[in-house]
């Protein structure tokens, strides 16, 4: 089945600094990749998403690229604020079984 | 999501006992899933349905039951074969090839 690996586990930034975050999955198949955003206590909520037909997707100050051949994808965030702090989430979704796996987890914390 | 709701929150249980946790969905969804996440940890899939009346493992079923009986609902037994049951619950839904919505979980702690 799929597996997704993601790193780093935790990350500290200043406000107004850039964070990466990467991920790598294991099944060819795979076709889409969500990110999400869980605050503490709280649901996960999907804050962009990539398929596979395309290579980079941007909405504001959040981007996702992907190199299907690597088999990796990564979240960027610029121009980062307070508010961002939150743990995120990479996942895979492999058209042949529909099952969304996702990654361990990213603690991102941003300085004020 | 208030298009999903997952009851009740916070949910107590004894050692031993089986709990069913609820899973409603008005969002005309096919597919409904459940995962687990434990303090610290992503979300690992428990079971998923993609259509009523049918259902899979994920990769963690061991010690849970589903069922799909209606489009809108699908509820998750803990059973009592589950060894470490205390956990956050989430329930979500999704059409075909679209992002998952998810419930605000149901906390379930066994003692």
């Known amino acids: 089945g799929e597996n997704v690996e993601q790193h780093p586990s935790t990350l500290s930034v200043q406000e107004g600094d850039s964070a990466v975050i990467k991920c790598t999955y294991s099944d060819s198949a795979s076709n889409y990749f969500p990110w999400y955003k869980q605050e503490l206590g709280k649901r996960p909520q999907l804050i962009i998403d990539?398929?596979?037909?395309?290579g980079e997707k941007k909405d504001q100050r959040i981007a996702v690229t992907l190199n299907k051949t690597a088999k990796h994808f990564s979240l960027h965030i610029t121009e980062t604020q307070p508010e961002d702090s939150a743990v995120y989430f990479c996942a895979a979704r492999p058209w042949t079984t529909g099952k969304l796996t996702f990654g361990q987890g990213t603690i991102l914390t941003v300085h004020p | 999501d208030g298009g999903i709701t997952q009851s009740p929150k916070y949910l107590f249980r004894k050692e031993g006992q089986n709990v069913t946790l609820s899973c409603e969905q008005n969002l005309n969804h096919d597919a409904m899933y459940w995962y687990r996440q434990d303090p610290g940890q992503g979300l690992r899939l428990i079971y998923y349905?993609?259509?009523?009346?049918?259902?899979q493992k994920g990769d963690i079923a061991e010690g849970y039951s589903v069922s799909r009986e209606k489009k809108e609902s699908f509820p998750l037994t803990v059973t009592s074969a589950q060894k470490n049951p205390t956990a956050f619950y989430l329930c979500a839904s999704s059409r075909e090839d679209s992002p998952l919505h998810f419930g605000n979980g149901t906390r379930l702690t066994v003692t």
């Open positions: 990539i398929r596979s037909n395309v």
């Open positions: 349905s993609q259509i009523v009346n049918d259902f």
